[in-house]
């Protein structure tokens, strides 16, 4: 067992052995200009400030055997996966599906829908994409943590308070214990990022946990 004495809102203890990281969506199209997230309004620097403290936590999962499981918003290319709610809303500079400077905007296969370079899935990781928020629906992900005998997840990403805090309730219900690498996440907006860590570990950890990443690669090992 490992002890992560310095996470909030009290030491978690977990068997690494059962545990996996999911690390959410950082993808060209969330963190590099001309992408979904720059076509939303925002500005996607603070999101790319976060690749190496990820990559780190990528590199100390896999030193420790821990599976790293990643996780791709996209959708097919008949647009057939994607709501038209979630199409229409707003007034986007760009729609999902419509021509941008790294293809056609969240959609599989696209060079925008890929994870940065530097955060890459090595062959044999499990690469999730998911037409969705949360990385549960209408995804094969609660089969692959049943068949590793997941019981912990940790979590890294974008963005905290909308793909990374849908999946991390998803997995709490499911009966996870679920902890939040709070370096290795971010947000288009820093007092949501904010808000969403004091949501997670308030009412006793009612989401689950948080600490940061140097502590939790050093708990994996
Ligand atoms: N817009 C925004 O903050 N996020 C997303 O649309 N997707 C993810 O968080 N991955």
């Not at 720059?38 to 620097?45: E, H, R």
């Not at 896999?62 to 959708?75: D, F, K, M, N």
Request: with cysteine.
């Amino acid at each position: 067992m490992a002890e992560l004495a310095g996470a909030l809102p009290f030491p978690l203890r977990f068997d690494p052995a059962s545990t996996a990281l999911i690390v959410i969506d950082m993808q060209r199209d969330f963190v590099e200009p001309g992408g979904f997230g720059a076509a939303l309004g925002n500005d996607v620097t603070l999101l790319q400030a976060i690749i190496p403290t990820v990559a780190a936590l990528i590199a100390g999962a896999r030193a420790a055997g821990v599976p790293v499981i990643h996780t791709r918003e996209c959708h097919l290319p008949d647009l057939s996966d994607c709501p038209p709610a979630k199409r229409l809303r707003g007034a986007p500079a760009l729609r999902i599906g419509d021509p941008g400077p790294m293809g056609r905007i969240l959609i599989a296969g696209e060079p925008g829908a890929e994870i940065v370079p530097e955060l890459a899935a090595l062959p044999g990781e499990v690469v999730i994409d998911k037409p969705g928020k949360g990385a549960f629906y209408a995804t094969p992900l609660s089969e692959i943590l049943a068949g590793l005998g997941t019981k912990t997840l940790i979590f890294a990403g974008v963005t905290t308070e909308v793909c990374v805090q849908t999946t991390m309730r998803e997995a709490n219900d499911r009966g996870f214990d679920c902890l939040l690498a709070e370096d290795a996440t971010e947000s288009y907006f820093p007092a949501f990022k904010a808000a969403a860590l004091e949501m997670i570990r308030a009412q006793g950890a009612i989401v689950g946990w948080t600490a940061r990443t140097a502590e939790i690669v050093e708990a994996l090992h």
